[in-house]
């Protein structure tokens, strides 16, 4: 039987690559995706949506209640999200204060339910200049704990840990993936904003390969 991997999805273009590198890998793939009172449901739907034309494994876990204790942020509070690239200083408003440490404690929990061997996350090079639970040293510790948490050991990976947005991308057309089966705009309007940070960093991605986004955009893109 093949290896397996927990893959924690959430609808965008980092886990959509993700999930499908570990399918491309020959792993047997379980996705989990968390609701936890984010702006929209649109990467919701979209994570959904191709789980279920590829047949994979998917769970949605609610976890609003926690919002309680995850506030502050632009991405679950009714504050405004902030506009421009992610080095920039007002990009911190869209931390959710302990958020990948939460996400990968219940990953953990169902790998073991379900047999798998690690938990994958789509952390990268990018995010590193804003969140802290996408840095080396954080999936390093969460690694190590992980391991030791249960009797069954469950490795925590971030396999796009030292790539950017663009060489996640490259990865993906590799694969031929279809990136129209894809939210990542931090509003959940009909098209996407074109100007939050997700949005910025995958517009640059797509331009880094001289090819056009599928997305609409509510800007030229």
């Known amino acids: 039987m093949a290896d397996t991997v927990v893959v924690i999805y959430s609808g965008g273009m980092d886990s959509f690559t993700l999930l499908h590198l570990a399918r491309a890998r020959g792993l047997n793939v379980h996705a989990l995706s ?20 590829g047949r994979i494994p998917h769970k949605v876990i609610d976890i609003r209640a926690m919002s309680e204790v995850m506030s502050g942020s632009s991405l679950t509070s009714d504050i405004d999200v902030p506009e421009g690239h992610y080095e920039e200083d007002s990009m911190k408003a869209t931390v959710v204060p302990n958020r990948n440490m939460i996400l990968l404690s219940l990953a ?5 339910t379900v047999g798998a061997q690690a938990v994958w996350y789509g952390a990268h090079g990018g995010d590193h200049a804003i969140y802290p639970d996408c840095r080396p040293e954080f999936v390093e510790k969460m690694d190590a704990v992980c391991r030791v948490a249960n009797y069954e050991p469950v490795g925590v990976e971030a396999p796009f840990m030292h790539l950017d947005k663009g060489e996640i991308l490259g990865e993906g057309l590799k694969l031929n993936l279809d990136y129209s089966q894809t939210w990542t705009c931090y509003n959940g309007r009909a098209k996407a904003c074109g100007r939050c940070g997700s949005c910025v960093e995958r517009l640059e991605a797509f331009a880094a ?11 030229p893109a």
Do not use: M, S, W
């Open 108 to 112: 953990t929990g169902y790998a073991v």
């Open 34 to 53: 968390f609701n936890y009172g984010q702006r929209h449901v649109r990467e919701l739907e979209a994570a959904k949506a191709v789980c279920e034309a």
């Open 209 to 219: 390969h001289g090819i056009q986004d599928p997305l609409a955009y509510e800007v």
